[in-house]
């Protein structure tokens, strides 16, 4: 079993920066996928950033350049380092840990990100 915890939300304005992070505790997984999603009002959930234990990343093409993600695997720890916020970032933020072996499918709790002046 594997628990996952998020923090790093907040309110901040245009321009500023967030750090989220996605603690996981219980059992130790040695190979996974760990991804951010978002999700705002009336809008479809969409992934945000991956990052695999070999560090392979993904991002979505409106956060290029100005998000990065990143792990520790030694802490079981994943992060997004939020740069440049707009507006249009504003969601609830979702990690999720895919395990390859061990197998298996976990969320964290999301956390509220909203960017507005």
């Known amino acids: 079993q594997v628990q996952l915890v998020e923090s790093g939300g907040g309110l901040v304005q245009p321009g500023g920066s967030l750090n989220l992070t996605c603690a996981q505790s219980?059992?130790?997984?040695?190979?996974?996928?760990t991804f951010w999603y978002r999700q705002a009002p009336g809008k479809q959930r969409e992934m945000v950033a991956s990052?695999?234990?070999?560090?392979?990343?993904n991002y979505l093409g409106a956060v290029q350049g100005r998000f990065t993600v990143s792990r520790d695997n030694d802490k079981n720890t994943g992060y997004l380092q939020m740069n440049s916020l707009k507006p249009e970032d504003t969601a609830v933020y979702y990690c999720?840990?895919?395990?390859?072996?061990?197998?298996?499918?976990?969320w964290g709790q999301g956390t509220q990100v909203t960017v507005s002046s």
């Open positions: 999720n840990l895919k395990g390859h072996w061990p197998s298996g499918d976990f």
């Open positions: 219980g059992s130790l997984i040695r190979s996974s996928t």
């Open positions: 990052i695999t234990t070999s560090s392979i990343i």
